[in-house]
């Protein structure tokens, strides 16, 4: 177990960093040091393997307080190299790396995309979109693996769709993705090669729509670069490319991670099949109790002095968050280590806080939905038809493969 000595006020001297992150990559277990760190006073300071220490943000008190309060800054981390990180890279100008005015702007641009609204209107299609994966999946027979007959294959065919890139081109994606959501897996210049690469492919498509626009997001941006100059030729292509990985990444770990974490408690499982009206709040609910990422990631820095949570944070001193963390802490919720689809204003922190909310929150609400309800209602018998295959050395958790079967 990591040994981990947290400060007891704002005026004790810096601890020496402990190494990070905790969690293992096989399994979605929540490392028992966060609990160590929790109940401790303050913050502790940690390691990564690459770049400078920085304060770890394990309460979910101080977690929303970094995520939500202005004078802590990622446009500091870009091109840092003391910038905490897990991979040789330093952060590169993105929305994810931005701080406002220039991120609110960018935001506005494709906000609009991922409202409720609109969000709900793509859901009849993302229904049948879900039915159609099962019944391939079905037909091809027991046992089948989840995630690529089903978790992966549904969220890339929806931000695909919203952005109008074609379907034959999608499979490369999960190869790019890969790369830009490894930790240490790959070196820096084969980091850089994929991300050139998804680059060079966004931009002759970005091309491509400009000579022949049509109703989807990319055309959209391309009007607003073009005709009112609201972003640049970087943005633009930046922007493009944090959406399509953020956008199906996530939720396709969180998928077999959700059908993972019910199978293991079945009753839970029987609990959705009986009831599948109850499958909104279980979302929920397994948005908080699975700790997706494999630690705190994209540090925010200091504009200021600033105490959090008993610890004074110098000016220009990077804070990571664990919202895995947050979302099991004790202060916060009640029986936190427990399944509750009846928990009262399950206000976790699973996509995140402050103006770095995730964007597609709707979206990936909504598929998520989808993807149980059609689950429990076309396949109830579904069962663990092998050992899993974990991502490793990745920024978030999840089976690369999970035999199944019915």
Not at 8 to 36: I, K, M, Q, R
Request: glycine content about 6%; some cysteine.
């Amino acid at each position: 177990m990591t040994s981990i000595t947290p400060p007891t006020s704002a005026s004790v001297s810096v601890p020496e960093p402990v190494p990070y992150p905790f969690n293992e990559g096989a399994g979605l277990h929540l490392h028992e040091a966060y609990a160590d760190a929790r109940e401790g006073a303050g913050m502790i300071r940690v390691q990564l393997p690459h770049g400078g220490p920085a304060w770890l943000a394990t309460r979910y008190e101080d977690a929303r307080f970094v995520l939500g309060d202005l004078r802590f800054s990622r446009a500091m981390a870009v091109e840092n190299e003391g910038e905490p990180r897990y991979n040789p890279a330093v952060s590169r100008p993105n929305i994810l790396s931005m701080d406002p005015p220039d991120h609110t702007r960018l935001r506005t641009l494709v906000s609009r995309a991922f409202t409720r609204h609109q969000v709900e209107g793509l859901r009849p299609w993302v229904r049948g979109l879900t039915g159609d994966l099962l019944d391939e999946m079905i037909a091809a027979g027991s046992p089948a693996d989840l995630v690529d007959a089903f978790a992966l294959p549904l969220p890339v065919a929806v931000i695909c769709e919203m952005l109008g890139v074609p379907a034959e081109d999608r499979p490369k994606f999960r190869v790019w993705s890969d790369a830009l959501m490894s930790t240490d897996r790959l070196s820096s210049e084969e980091l850089l090669e994929n991300q050139q690469q998804l680059t060079a492919y966004l931009a002759a498509y970005i091309a491509q729509r400009r000579a022949e626009p049509r109703d989807d997001l990319i055309s959209g941006l391309i009007e607003a670069r073009d005709a009112k100059d609201r972003l640049s030729e970087e943005e633009m292509t930046n922007l493009c490319l944090a959406i399509l990985v953020a956008g199906h990444e996530t939720t396709a770990s969180q998928i077999p991670n959700m059908v993972w974490t019910l199978l293991e408690q079945r009753d839970e499982w029987q609990r959705l099949v009986d009831d599948p009206d109850l499958v909104p709040s279980a979302v929920e609910e397994l948005m908080r109790f699975i700790p997706l990422a494999s630690g705190g990631f994209f540090p925010r820095y200091a504009a200021e002095d600033i105490e959090v949570g008993g610890v004074l944070v110098r000016r220009g001193e990077p804070v990571l968050v664990s919202l895995g963390s947050a979302n099991r802490d004790p202060a916060k919720f009640e029986d936190p280590d427990t399944l509750r689809f009846d928990r009262p204003a399950n206000q976790h922190l699973g996509f995140g806080h402050g103006v770095h909310h995730c964007l597609g929150a709707q979206l990936a609400r909504m598929e998520l939905q989808e993807a149980l309800r059609a689950l429990v209602t076309k396949v109830p018998q579904l069962r663990i038809a092998g050992e899993p295959e974990w991502k490793s050395k990745m920024l978030v958790r999840g089976p690369r493969s999970l035999p199944v079967g019915w």
